[in-house]
């Protein structure tokens, strides 16, 4: 058994979830237990490594969560406090896996695990594509609205848009980079060929799903590195045709398509001015009137918050109260769709500084010990979260918990006590 805990079974099982990842949550949570099952067997062998630095930074990782835990003691909805913490438990479990480890993976298993998570991406959205093709051309009631947002996400498994779209742009991101940005690492011809075309075909997916946060954060970085590519390294005509394909399709395909040109006018359709009467509309209309009612929950609790149990009743009492009618939709629930908002309404001001600390300790870490890497994902997860309470979803949770431990234990000198057996 013993010839089993090593570096090279290790990185195959991150390997192995980070590809089962978006076909969660059942499947992720198998592999989970696997990883779990390892750690115990480096405890019993006393392989794990502890350390004061170690247990530092596994404060800074899980300080919000551990705070979410205490407002157990003041939250009223007990069912829901125990639904959302035993879901957001991965908060606390993957550092706390990652920092007691004692293997460091080299940069190509970390590529790999990127890459088999993009490829899963792909082909999550690819089957989903699939099997919503039918609808297309039963009718005019379904048409084009089949194979967009939610319909399209949920269709093989149960994950909202916004978390696919999440997990597309990172993708997305991740590939360019390694592509474009970090030329100390040579990629074979064929890893070349497939991040490529991951590139165009995600990008095409993130304007079908419609995730605009996310389009436009996946839409900054890429220009970025293919700007940086092309100015330092006099590499032109790769990053010009990329970005030629993936504008060319987007265009076309958003010029063609009155749902799309519908989604996009709620962008600056704050105020409803088409159709006034209209008692539910999304983007930008309801997110003000959701993060007004946030900061109002938030002022009349502002060091605690109400706690885990009690965010969404609260906020709800708050639609209610201000008669925000087109918040009331039967059978919906809406968080306060932004991931700092989130913290301070069930957490108080105490639990935003906590989430905060961990953002921007853990990047200033990251660019002391240039994980350059580490600094694009936490800036992709906390732009895209700035409309969207990405904790608040199993998807989000699981990504933020693995991608964040995952990246900053392997692709940097922190920790120095370390040893690759």
Known sequence: MHQLLNRKI????LILFAFVLPFGPAIPNIVVGLLGVFWLLHLVRGKLVVSKERIGIILIFTGY???????????????????????????????????????????????????GFSTSVA????????????LYFEGPDSGLQALVGNNLSTALISIQYLSLSLYASFAVIACSYILFVDT??????????????LIIFLSGALVILGGRTSIFVTALF?????????VKHRNYVVPTLIIAAVVSGCALFLSNSETFEERWTEVYNFENEENPSDSYWGGTGM???????AIKVISNDPMLGVGVGDEIDQLTLCYKVYMRNQLLVAGKTFHAHNIFLQAAVRAGLLGLFLFLLFVIYTSWMAKRKKNYLYLIFIATFVASGMTESFLQVNAGVLFLAFFSAFIYTNNTEAL??????
């Open 65 to 115: 969560f551990l705070w979410y835990l205490l407002t157990f003691f003041y939250s009223e909805n007990v069912d829901f406090f125990q639904r959302k913490l035993t879901m957001q438990g991965f908060l606390l479990f993957f550092p706390v896996l990652f920092f007691t480890m004692p293997y460091r993976l080299p940069k190509k298993t970390v590529y790999i695990t990127l890459l």
């Open 184 to 197: 100390s690492f040579r990629l074979k011809r064929k890893y070349k060929v497939i991040m490529i075309l």
């Open 10 to 13: 290790w990185g195959l099982l």
């Open 123 to 134: 082909v999550l959205i690819f089957l989903s594509f699939l099997k919503q093709l039918p």
């Open 287 to 293: 997110r003000l009137l959701i993060w007004d009612c």
């Open 416 to 421: 120095a006590d370390s040893s690759d057996t």
């Open 222 to 230: 890429l220009f970025a590195f293919a700007l940086y590519s092309a």
